[in-house]
Structures are given as structure tokens and as C-alpha cells.
């Protein structure tokens, strides 16, 4: 029997009940396709920092490197919002993504053909759209130094820089083009070459490795324009990569086309070692316990898992399968939910799915 070691972080909020959803549907996958699942749960974001006093502690990192694959729900609570920034719930993010390497962040925006009408666009505008987005997750901004508060002058000034080597951007640029060949070999890489001398790198290695993948179609659009084309015609895009500030934000520009936080899954690769998957929703602790919430994007993050790290795409496509049979069969919960459709709780929505894979 084939088995596989998940680190699971269920994290803060409603983390722990979403999670608990997904392990239902791969429970349905260990016994269909006669295969073992060895969980081992770890602490990040709030509940360690309660724990350990920070929010990624050392035995989290050991855990995850020792994994086939990290399992995550969600990090932050409003009780934390006064600590320090650096030891905020929100830190152990970026922590984790740096310790395992994870450089590419796959968030796919599919809108089901059942919740068109859940989108805040015309149905005509998404029904169709189905977009992987491909974030660069490791540079830019967000890790570039020096970086800070001074006095300069006898005045405070902030500064971050955006930097990337030619190397982080060839990689990024490769997963790319590898998922744009298995999908409608089209892609869109977005920058601000007109303005960024950082963006003008980014475009000369994404046109340098663009030779190694003549049938893909590929073009080049700012950023300002890309946020502005994602709202007015989504249908053009099919992979779209970008570095990380702007992917940061477009992401979650596009998680808004299917109408829910609550569909969206995604996937955080490196180039060796574990993969992470966790929805794209944050905590909510507002809803904590309430039995509320919608588990469908922790659920399809692990059909993402099955698929990235495992080789298993049946058994991807088996949950993929699931939550369109529900959908197809009415029930919601309540963030997609109309009149005329069932309403379920998060509990009742994983055992729905679970119950579809056979």
C-alpha cells in the first residue's frame, strides 16, 4: 500500500473546520484507490504563538520538510492585531514559504457553471472563465533588502525593494510555460516594463525562455491594464504569470469572478521538497465554530495536493468531479447560496462531496 506523510497546519479561525472537510474527501480517495494517508497536525499562526510565543515554531518547519506535502487552513485573529509585526499570525505565511522554498503559487479562478449567477459580473462577462494564475512567491517586494523605517533628514521614510535575479525569474517563467503546454498553451505575463527597470528583467528572461516553448502564444501586458482586463473581458486570459506584488493582488482580483472566496484552492510548489496547499480564504474568525463557512476551496486545494505532489490526477479529477455534483445537485452554503438552492452548513458540504467519491 502506497502511503504518503501530510503535515497538517489547521491554523486559526475557521482553519480546523475546513480542513476537517477536506480530510473527509481523502479519506474517500485512501479507500477507493487503496492507498494511506499519515497525518500529523502542527502548530502556525495564532494557536503558536499562544503555544510557542511565535507563530512558525522550529518543530513546524521540521514537520513540513520531513512531509510529502503541507495541508493548510488558515492564520490570524483579531486578538492579534496589536502584537509587533514581526510576530503578527500573518509572518508564519511568508516564514513557511521561505523555509520550504515554495516559489510558485498556483491560484486556478474557474467559474462553475452552476454559480454564474453567484458572480458580482454579468454572466456573460464569466461564464466560461477558467484561469490559472502563477505568482512568483519568494522575491520581490515582499522579501527584497534592504528594507525599513528611518529618519532621514529628520523625517521618517519607508522603503522596500523589488528585486529579482535572472535565475528566480527563468524558474517562475518555466512553470509557466510548463502549465500554459497542458492547458491552451496561452499565456500572459504581466509587468511594468514601462516604469520598472526590475519589470524590463522580468520581460527579457520571460522572451528568453519563451523560445524553448515555440507553440505557446505569448504576450506581455502592464499591470494596470492586466487588473483593468481581468474585470472587462476575463475570457482572453488562460495562464497569466507575474511576479509577486502583482500577483498578490491580481489573485485576489480574479478570486472574486467566481462569486466566493469560499471556491477558491491553491498551491504553493518548489523545486524539490513538499508542496503547500490551502484555500484562498482567510480566517474569519468572526465565523469560528459556527458551522457556516464554505469548505469547497480547503477541499479542491486538496485535489491540488493529489495532483502536484502525488501523480494522483484521477483522483484529483474524482474530487474536482464531487463538488460539481453537489453544485449541479443545489446545495450551497450560505456565501453562494439563492433562492430556489439548498442551504448546508460546512460540515453537511464535505460529507456531500465525500459521499460523490466512489
Known amino acids: 500500500m502506497k502511503e504518503y506523510k501530510i503535515a497538517v ?5 475557521i482553519g480546523p473546520e475546513v480542513i476537517a472537510q477536506g480530510l473527509k474527501s481523502l479519506s474517500a480517495v485512501e479507500k477507493k484507490y487503496n492507498i494511506k494517508f499519515n497525518y500529523k497536525k502542527g502548530l502556525i499562526g495564532g494557536v503558536a504563538i499562544d503555544a510557542t510565543g511565535i507563530p512558525l515554531p522550529l518543530a513546524t518547519i521540521e514537520l513540513a520538510k520531513k512531509s510529502d506535502a503541507v495541508y493548510l487552513g488558515a492564520v490570524g485573529d483579531w486578538k492579534y492585531d496589536t502584537l509587533d509585526p514581526a510576530i503578527r499570525p500573518e509572518r508564519a505565511l511568508l516564514g513557511i514559504r521561505k523555509e520550504l522554498g515554495l516559489f510558485a503559487n498556483l491560484r486556478p479562478a474557474k467559474v462553475f457553471e452552476e454559480l454564474v449567477s453567484s458572480s458580482p459580473l454579468r454572466a456573460e462577462l ?6 490559472m494564475i502563477i505568482r512568483e512567491l519568494t522575491g520581490g517586494a515582499y ?18 525593494n523589488m528585486i529579482y535575479t ?8 518555466k512553470v509557466a510555460f510548463e502549465t500554459a503546454m497542458k492547458r491552451s498553451k496561452k499565456l500572459c505575463s504581466v509587468d511594468k516594463a514601462n516604469v520598472l527597470d526590475v519589470s524590463r528583467l522580468w520581460r527579457e528572461i520571460i522572451l528568453e525562455v519563451a523560445k524553448d516553448y515555440p507553440e505557446v502564444e505569448l504576450k506581455h501586458m502592464y499591470v494596470d491594464n492586466a487588473a483593468m482586463q481581468l474585470v472587462v473581458n476575463p475570457k482572453q486570459f488562460d495562464v497569466i504569470v507575474t511576479e509577486n506584488l502583482f500577483g498578490d493582488i491580481l489573485s485576489d482580483e ?6 466566493s472566496l469560499g471556491l477558491l484552492p491553491s498551491a504553493s510548489l518548489s523545486s524539490e521538497g513538499p508542496g503547500m496547499y490551502e484555500p484562498c480564504h482567510g480566517s474569519a474568525p468572526d465565523f469560528k465554530g459556527q458551522d457556516r463557512l464554505n469548505p469547497i476551496a480547503t477541499i479542491l486545494s486538496a485535489a491540488m495536493m493529489l495532483k502536484y505532489s502525488f501523480g494522483m490526477e484521477d483522483a484529483a479529477k474524482d474530487i474536482e468531479n464531487a463538488v460539481t455534483q453537489v453544485l449541479k445537485e443545489g446545495y450551497r452554503t450560505e456565501d453562494i447560496h439563492k433562492e430556489g438552492n439548498t442551504l448546508v452548513g460546512t460540515s453537511q458540504m464535505g460529507d456531500l462531496i465525500a459521499s460523490k467519491i466512489k
Open 143 to 160: 522579501f527584497g533588502t534592504p528594507k525599513g523605517i528611518d529618519i532621514k533628514d529628520g523625517v521618517k521614510v519607508g522603503y522596500n
Open 166 to 173: 535572472e535565475d528566480e525569474v527563468r524558474r517562475i517563467a
Open 9 to 13: 497546519l489547521e491554523g486559526d479561525g
Open 254 to 259: 480574479a478570486s472574486v469572478l467566481p462569486g
Open 126 to 131: 464569466v461564464d466560461g472563465v477558467d484561469i
